[in-house]
């Protein structure tokens, strides 16, 4: 059972440098999300998806743009990447339903940008 | 708009004694509480939700919650602490059905000695 998978798990930027964080779901849920984890700061919501082809801002978008070309699949891009932006980066996914259902959690990618 | 404080950022018990983990929660809507649990560099594993049903909600390891409207209060539980338990638990609300973007907690790092 995969569930939820980022790639990479760690990576170290320069100030300036691009990159993209891929997040994969089977479990064919049709919400995505992107969430940093800072310490004393819980999760905040970057960017989430409820749709192949949507995207919308969530809490803190500034900086990050994300794409959803197939259902499966959420990017998230730092464009010129930033000291702030250091940070652990999760991804997630759930279904719709009558209720708020649970999120499904990847394991997090750790990244630090010097 | 929703909310979510958890009271405590450390809890430290011994083992087999128990734990209280508190949270109080604001939301507009009738909310949707959720725990989630995350042990070192691993994503998030929930634990329970309330969704409105019953008011005291057993969760997965021997955790269990109870709603209490009238304190807009969804504390955890658990009756005998195991050293396996050391983790940072988050509350989470989500107070609008269909998508379900989440409010977090800042957690609370639960220590358990033995």
């Known amino acids: 059972n995969a569930g939820v998978t980022q790639t990479p798990k760690f990576r170290v930027l320069k100030t300036g440098q691009s990159m993209t964080l891929l997040c994969a779901q089977d479990?064919?849920?049709?919400?995505m999300y992107w969430y940093r984890q800072d310490p004393g700061m819980g999760l905040r919501l970057i960017h989430y998806?409820?749709?192949?082809?949507?995207?919308a801002k969530g809490e803190v978008p500034d900086g990050y743009n994300v794409s959803r070309l197939k259902k499966q699949n959420f990017l998230l891009g730092l464009e010129s990447a930033a000291p702030s932006q250091t940070s652990v980066y999760f991804c997630?996914?759930?279904?719709?339903?009558?209720?708020?259902?649970?999120?499904?959690f990847g394991d997090g990618t750790r990244l630090s940008i010097l | 708009a929703q909310s979510v404080t958890q009271l405590d950022s450390h809890v430290s018990v011994s083992e087999g004694t128990p734990v209280l983990l508190r949270c109080n929660y604001s939301s507009s809507y009738s909310p949707s509480l959720f725990w989630y649990v995350q042990h070192p560099n691993k994503g998030l594993q929930l634990l329970l939700k309330y969704t409105s049903a019953a008011t005291l909600v057993k969760g997965i390891n021997g955790f269990e919650a109870e709603f209490k409207k009238s304190e807009t209060s969804f504390h955890l539980t658990k009756p005998s602490a195991h050293m396996s338990d050391a983790a940072e638990y988050f509350c989470v609300v989500s107070g609008r059905a269909g998508y379900s973007t989440l409010t977090f907690g800042k957690g609370t790092m639960l220590l358990v000695s033995p």
């Open positions: 479990m064919n849920h049709e919400y």
């Open positions: 997630a996914s759930s279904d719709p339903g009558q209720y708020n259902q649970p999120q499904h």
């Open positions: 998806s409820v749709g192949e082809g949507t995207t």
